[in-house]
């Protein structure tokens, strides 16, 4: 119990250090761990489609006030490397790639929709899941995870707001869930688990190039439109070594689908 406290201490420590961070919807699988003792392994190939609104801070500049930026959309492809920590805890780690593409049609009243399809992103995150407790067919879990990325979009010229303008745009985001939720064996091989998650975002949106000809510089922040969701899967023991998992996510501010292979050593 005092391993799994730590763990989860340094978790939300390292949330901490971004404040309310993230958002983009990665995979939340069973909440509870995956493995049954220490120095277990698994490696697994990931996938997530997210789409979703974001809150943007006005740009003064081109005499933007607050506003919404709806539909934005996120592939990501991830890496999972896995380890048991302990009974009834896991450790993972994802490395991975990640495009993001803003819808034109309902953002044209704000820069996303003029930004079209960013470039591959590097992606990183990771967490730990502990099982709380068990019985024969239920699990209990508690699931903490985040992860980091950087969206390039190459230059774009359009006008908006009646200014002329031709600009680079970089976004960082952070995010960060937290899900609690039952796992149910409903036969041998086939488990059925979700509940409810809490997803945070923060993110950075930097613009260089020119507004009407002059050299400009913009910074905005992105986060969250909603906080509270629920999410539910299906996962499936294909082999003693090897599992499948797909999954439903969704808030009130937007939705994913994502999965998972994985191969346990």
Not at 73 to 96: A, C, H, Q, V
């Amino acid at each position: 119990m005092k391993k799994k406290m730590f763990h989860l201490i340094i978790v939300f420590f390292v949330a901490g250090l971004y404040g309310s961070t993230a958002f983009a919807f990665d995979p939340l699988g069973p909440p509870t761990a995956g493995f049954t003792g220490v120095g277990q392994t698994s490696v697994a190939l990931e996938y997530s489609w997210s789409k979703m609104d974001l809150d943007m801070d006005g740009i003064p500049n081109l005499d933007l006030l607050s506003d919404t930026i709806e539909n934005f959309e996120f592939n990501k492809i991830y890496t999972n490397l896995g380890l048991g920590s302990s009974d009834g805890s896991e450790l993972f780690l994802r490395l991975g790639v990640a495009d993001a593409d803003p819808d034109k049609s309902d953002n044209s009243d704000n820069v996303a929709g003029y930004l079209g399809k960013s470039d591959q992103s590097f992606l990183l995150g990771g967490g730990v899941k502990f099982t709380l407790y068990k019985r024969e067919i239920v699990k209990w879990g508690l699931l903490a995870q985040m992860s980091w990325a950087n969206y390039d979009f190459d230059d774009r010229s359009y006008s908006i707001a009646g200014h002329n303008v031709a600009l680079s745009t970089d976004i960082e985001i952070f995010e960060v869930q937290f899900a609690v939720g039952p796992a149910v064996n409903v036969r041998d091989n086939i488990a059925i688990y979700g509940g409810p998650f809490l997803h945070f975002l923060n993110g950075k949106a930097e613009q260089n190039g020119t507004i009407d000809g002059t050299s400009s510089e913009i910074d905005t922040d992105l986060k969250q439109d909603a906080i509270l969701g629920a999410y539910v899967g299906i996962k499936l023991d294909i082999t003693s070594h090897s599992d499948f998992n797909v999954e439903f996510q969704t808030t009130d501010a937007g939705y994913a689908v994502g999965g998972k292979m994985r191969y346990r050593f």
